[in-house]
Every structure is written in C-alpha cells, then in structure tokens.
C-alpha cells in the first residue's frame, strides 16, 4: 500500500507520515502541493491520497477534481486533512467525490477511524 | 456678508469719511480717519496671518498623522511580516525537533519493550520450575543485559523528553511577536480611521465589494478556526463534519 501525503506544511506532512506509520502503512511519499502531486499519482502506483486543502499552487480541491477527471486514477481513494471547516466547502468537496473528510487539528484515533472507513467501503 | 464685504464696507466707509473731512476743511479729522484706516488695515493683516498660522499647524499635524501611516506601511508593516514569518519558522523548527526525538526514542522503547516481555515469559517458567539449569543460567545472562540496555535507554529517554520539552520554548516568543503585531494593526486601523475623518473620504460600499471579488480563491478559504471568532457557516468539529457527510449520503 503506497500512499502519497501532500500538504505545503513540512511539519504536518511529517505528522500525517508518523501516524500512517503507527497505523502500519510504512510506504508513504510527500508532495507540496497539488502541481507536484498530479504527475507523481499519474505515473502510477499509489493506492490513497491524503491532501490538504489550502496550498499555493493547486489546492487540494483542484487536485481532486483532476484525479477523478483522470479515467487512470479517477478511482483513487482520496482523504481530505484541513483546517477548512465551512459546510459549503465540506459539501464541494463531497461533491468533486472525496472518500474522507478531517478536519485540523485532529488526533490519532480520528485518522486511523477514516482511513478504515474508507478501505472498508473500498474494499467492499 | 461675508468678511470681506464687511471689511470692504469699513474701509469704503473711512475713505468717504476722509474725503468729506478734508473737502470741510477739517485735516485733524481726516488725518485722524487716515490712522484709524491703517489701524484697521494692520488688524485685518494680523487676522489673516492667525488664519495662515492655524492653516499652518493643522497642515502639520496631518503630515505628522501622514507620516505616521507612512512609518507604518514603509518600515512597521514589511517588519511584521518578517516577524510573522519567523514564528512560522521557529514553529515549524520546533515541531521537527519534536518530532525527530520522537523518532529516534521509538525504536528504543519498541526494543526494550519486546526484551522485557521475552525475559518475562522466560521468567514465568522459571517460576513454574519448567526450566533446565543451562536455560537458567542463559536467562540469568539475558537478565542483566536487559537491566542494562533498560538502564541506558532510561538515560536516553529521559535526555529525549527533556529535549522536547525544551523544544516548546518558541511559545513564549511566538507569543510576544504575535501580540506585537496585533498593536501594530490597532494602530494602524486608528490611523486609517484617522485618515478618512480627516480627509472626509466615504468608503463606497459597492467598490469595496468589488475589491473582494478580485480576492484570489485562496484568500477567500476561511482557515483555521480561532476560538472566540464566530466564523459563519463554519461546523464547529469532526463530529459535525461526520454529520453532514452522513445527510450527504456518505
């Protein structure tokens, strides 16, 4: 399972990276923002997103408009981690079809919750 | 009337005075009228110069108020910046250097973790005399290596919490930077103020909201949510987020 972490923030990339590896996912990448991380999700090989919202460049809302615009990885399970909390942007962002919503801060037990959630559904 | 068709009046006045004086004859009465005349002209000349003087000084002291705004959008401002910018710095320093100790004390206590609970379950047979006297000896050796490595990795844990401990000591200057800075847009907004009252400019509601318009779409993302700041439309935590998610289906 290789997932790639994408936040402009080093410290919460590194925070998000120690609580996926606690939860047993050891195969992480890092991205800065949604220009970087397209074309590495394009080359293939990653089974889950985790993104923030709110990054220079391409927000994480763009990026997951264009991964499910993109037939080769439209099908991506895709966790948004922001500290964007309005309910028209948490309505946009199910609407562009994000798998998980969390909001900053959050703790431990709340990302490893999602995450299951998410891989149940997906592997259901 | 105003002033100046008053003091016209005046001198009008004087000078057909002056005229009728000398046509009766009367050179003390006129000369009298021509020094009251320049009295009068030495009084209206005093006046004006009060007039400038006060023109003067309020002209001063909005330049003193512009230089203010100056000071602040020249040097203040670009100052708080930077000094916004060193807390993001000293933030994100300190949650590195949490985070490495993190890091490196883990595998440490995972070790010392697993050594114990070997030695435990040696020691559990031990006390049920389902051991061979060679076993025991090995677990007398394991024993003291475990106390150890338990001894060192005590000493390297307790160094690690003293070093993340020492690492929140950004707070105390974050804070203080950032309390600058909120005075220094207080000040900021009182001259603003200042500056409109003064100049008598009325802020347009319409191009105000056209300015928002050209706002990037970044901007317009609200943020983190600051206690004590309603922020409308906003859910208040994971819970609410879950519940909307869930009316929406998911």
Partial sequence: MKILIVDDFSTMRRIIKNLLRDLGFNNTAEADDGQTALPMLQAGGYDFLVTDWNMPGMTGIDLLKAVRADEKIATLPVLMVTAEQKREQIVEAAQAGVNGYVVKPFTAEVLREKIDKIFERVDA | ?250
Avoid at chain 2, 38 to 59: A, I, N, P, V
Avoid at chain 2, 201 to 230: N, Y
């Fill in chain 2, 1 to 250: 009337m105003d002033d100046n068709e008053l003091i016209a009046e005046s001198y009008l006045e004087k000078a057909r005075g002056i005229i009728t004086e000398v046509e009766a004859g009367n050179f003390e009465a006129a000369d009298k009228l021509v020094e009251d005349l320049s009295r009068f002209r030495d009084k209206s000349l005093f006046q004006e110069l009060g007039k400038l003087t006060r023109e003067f000084h309020d002209s001063l002291n909005s330049f003193r108020l512009d230089a203010r705004l100056a000071e602040l959008t020249d040097i203040e401002i670009p100052d708080a910046r930077e000094r916004l910018q060193h807390v993001i710095n000293m933030t994100e320093q300190s949650a590195h250097k949490t985070m490495g100790v993190i890091e490196d004390l883990l595998p440490l206590c995972e070790d010392l973790d697993k050594q114990g609970g070997d030695i435990l379950e040696l020691w559990r047979r031990f006390m049920k005399r389902d051991m061979e006297p060679q076993e025991f000896r090995d677990l007398c050796k394991e024993i003291e290596a475990f106390l150890g490595d338990q001894h060192g990795g005590t000493v390297k844990i307790r160094g690690g919490l003293n070093d993340i401990m020492m690492a929140q000591d950004f707070q105390d200057i974050t804070g203080q930077i950032i309390s600058r800075v909120i005075t220094l847009v207080s000040d900021l907004e009182v001259s603003l103020v200042k500056l409109i009252r003064e100049g008598g400019a009325i802020m347009d509601e319409a191009q105000a909201g056209s300015t928002r318009k050209e706002q990037d779409e970044r901007a317009k993302l609200d943020g983190p949510q600051v206690p004590g700041i309603d922020s409308e439309g906003a859910v208040s935590g994971q819970d609410e987020v879950d519940d909307l998610l869930s009316s929406l289906g998911f």
